[in-house]
């Protein structure tokens, strides 16, 4: 949950932006997963790498806590695919959008 509380407007303005939260995160990690693979591909130590590049502008939740544990070969999701699923298909029905 987070720290704040936002009004973001009238009925299915907070799905919406829920959405909105969803499509960053899952950009994001999926950035992550790409880089850890070139530096594998490129011959560069991950974990070096990692450590490099998440105190900069690519640091990030995902970088910081998920990518050492994919490191590591644990790849056990943090989420139910039901959950993700709902997530994704509530807003495409909100007020026809």
């Not at 720290?3 to 994001?28: D, F, V, Y």
């Not at 011959?43 to 502008?57: E, F, K, N, Y």
Request: glycine share 12%; aromatic share 8%.
């Amino acid at each position: 949950m987070g720290k704040e509380w936002r009004l973001q407007g009238t009925w299915g303005a907070g799905q919406h932006t829920k959405m909105a939260n969803q499509i960053a995160i899952a950009s994001n990690m999926m950035g992550v997963c790409e880089a850890l693979a070139y530096a594998r591909t490129a011959g560069l130590d991950p974990q070096s790498v990692l450590t490099s590049i998440s105190g900069g502008a690519a640091g990030s939740f995902s970088m910081s806590n998920l990518a050492p544990r994919m490191l590591k070969g644990d790849f056990k999701p943090g989420f139910t695919s039901s959950t993700s699923s709902r997530t994704w298909a509530s807003p495409s029905t909100a007020r026809g959008r």
